[in-house]
């Protein structure tokens, strides 16, 4: 049984720049660049999509790289803190049923 990750391929940060550059020198489609690297039309899609964000080329409202790491750590944080919340409502409740023996 192997899971997605197993199956999936994860390509170096250098194989994803050589990519994009491909694309932008060549004046070839993504499809035809990812057809010859063999990698998946959609993964180079993405990644050129990503690079052009990180240009200053993206989309009004689309994300940088650094954005998103910094959109993942809040994320991250927001959920420790929501399981420390709970924590302290349980232990709030806890101690007032205690009090009230």
């Known amino acids: 049984m192997g899971s997605k990750n197993n199956r999936s391929k994860r390509y170096t940060e250098e194989f994803k720049r050589d990519a994009i550059a491909l694309v932008d020198s060549t004046g070839r489609t993504v499809t035809e660049v990812a057809r010859d690297l063999g990698v998946s ?17 993206g989309r009004p409202g689309e994300l940088t790289s650094e954005e998103h790491e910094e959109l993942k750590r809040l994320r991250k944080l927001a959920a420790e803190q929501a399981r420390t919340i709970e924590v302290l409502r349980k232990a709030a409740v806890f101690f007032a049923k205690e009090s009230d023996r």
């Open 41 to 57: 039309p959609e993964s180079l899609r993405s990644w050129y999509k990503q690079a052009r964000a990180d240009r200053g080329e």
